[in-house]
């Protein structure tokens, strides 16, 4: 891997969860791989693909595309396993793997409950969350971490201990509030601030005219309502236009790692190819 991850030169990932077999997800991996994104992440729901499942067989279908967990809920798996298989995975595709973390969804209970897992407690989930860096971190060659995060506290465990923070914000923020997120990331890691890779995932990019309809029941609202309330999430325009909106949040924020929905990836590609790198 480059050092572009620790740099701030742009990568982009897709966040993609459903296929309809084996051959359908290697193609759909494939298919991030030839748009030029960087990664093809998993999210971590009892409804979708298991993660780490799908990312190794991602990483197997691909010969340069990152796979990764976007995010795994950290209180549904024992430390120790997660640090057993994220090595294997570091291990099965060259090192291409990043261990997404996180304290869970608001949806992961009932995930829990139905996997038979603990959920625990805010405070139990968070050193859950420590327990399994300091476990994947006992294994040599271990991947790179990403920690999703939204309050403070979450903030500052992820400055302390992440090499990648994904801002979990509301869709409904803005730019403002994503820098406000920033400071307090800058605050908490003071000096280590520069080796920090700062994330975030839009929900939409393009053409913002229409939403689908698992979108709209997720959000409760429209794309086009959100960009007009000036969300982060959503990103509109041309690609000059789009690529734009990143270099002038890059500047004044430092997110430079872009993940999209699958549903979205082909409205992004050609601002990847604009901004890839650099």
Known sequence: MTDSARDGRFRFGVVSAQARDGDDWAAQARRVEDLGFDCLLVPDTARTLAPLIA????????????????????????????????????????GRFELGLGTGRPQAAADAEALGAAFGTP?????????????????PGAPRILIAASGPRMLGLAADLADTIAFGLPPT??????????DVVRTAAGDGFDRL???????AAGTLEQTPDWLR?????????????????VLGGSPAEMAATLQRRRDLTGVSYITVNSGYAQALAPVVDLLAGR
């Open 55 to 94: 990312a190794a067989v991602a990483g197997t279908a691909t010969s340069r595309l990152r796979v990764g967990s976007f995010v795994l809920a950290a209180p549904l798996r024992p430390a120790g396993i997660v640090a057993w298989e994220a090595a294997t995975l570091q291990q099965l595709t060259g």
């Open 123 to 139: 405070a139990e989930r968070i050193k859950q969350v420590v327990a399994t860096v300091e476990a994947v971190r006992a294994r």
């Open 173 to 182: 923020a803005d730019d403002a509030r994503l820098g406000a997120a920033v």
């Open 197 to 203: 890779e700062l994330s975030i995932n839009l929900l």
């Open 217 to 233: 029941q997720q959000l409760g609202t429209d794309v086009a309502t959100l960009a007009a309330g000036g969300s982060y999430a």
